[in-house]
């Protein structure tokens, strides 16, 4: 029901773009939906993620298959909502919320869409609408999607199957300089953020640094 409700509001709301009469409030407002429709079914995901590696209930994959589709249809709607949004530039006088969500719509879109708002998402947290920390997730995140090291080291892939899901580090460009390169972005030490994930996820972080792009493709069984 409330999926339903969430299509409703964004056609609505797309009609008012159209007719250029969308207000600030009414982009406030639709905002905290995408929101709401991108950050549950991930949450659910990392719940059930850690249902199945850590509890071993592998009765929860056809659940988690699910989840991942959600997510999927969520962020294809999600980002036309963007698009709509941003046609004329970047709205001005948005609540703070609403710029952390063009963020994160923008991060889980796809490399085309991560590529197009970079320099955006740069001018975002230059402006102080977002921290300079999401900027450099965007960035590692378009690294990674062109098969590039990262800078932040923020990215991680995980594959496997059920009964034994493996979570790497994608190659990073500058390990020696790295605690201070996340630093002047304002983000913890490397360490802790891999005990983060650990906690979160339930698996433990594999960090190779002689490990290459091209070996860790193979290994998750992607061409390049």
């Not at 008012?16 to 991108?38: H, K, M, P």
């Not at 991930?42 to 071993?56: F, I, N, S």
């Not at 001018?123 to 999607?145: K, P």
């Not at 913890?188 to 190779?208: A, C, Q, R, W």
Request: glycine letters at 6%.
């Amino acid at each position: 029901m409330r999926h339903q409700f969430t299509t409703i509001s964004i056609f609505i709301f797309l009609l008012l773009v159209f007719a250029g009469c969308a207000s600030t409030r009414s982009i406030d407002t639709l905002l905290v939906e995408v929101w709401n429709d991108d950050q549950q079914s991930r949450h659910q995901l990392v719940e059930l993620t850690k249902a199945v590696t850590v509890d071993g209930r592998t009765e929860l994959i056809d659940s988690l298959v699910l989840v991942n589709e959600i997510i999927e249809r969520n962020d294809t709607r999600n980002i036309k909502v963007i698009d709509k949004i941003l046609k004329s530039g970047l709205p001005e006088g948005l609540a703070e919320e609403s710029y952390k969500t063009i963020w994160i719509v923008i991060d889980h879109a796809t490399l085309e869409k991560q590529e197009q708002y970079l320099p955006l998402v740069y001018q975002m947290a230059t402006a102080g609408y977002i921290g300079l920390d999401e900027y450099a997730i965007l960035y590692d995140r378009v690294a990674m999607g062109k098969n590039s090291p990262q800078r932040y080291g923020s990215q991680l892939v995980q594959f496997g199957n059920a009964d034994n899901l493996q979570l790497y580090v994608w190659p990073i460009d500058n390990v020696e300089e790295l605690d201070s390169l996340r630093n002047t972005v304002g983000m913890s030490s490397f360490d802790n953020y891999l005990k983060h994930i650990e906690e979160t996820m339930g698996i433990t972080p594999v960090h190779n640094t002689t490990l290459t792009i091209e070996a860790l493709n193979k290994m998750r069984g992607k061409e390049q």
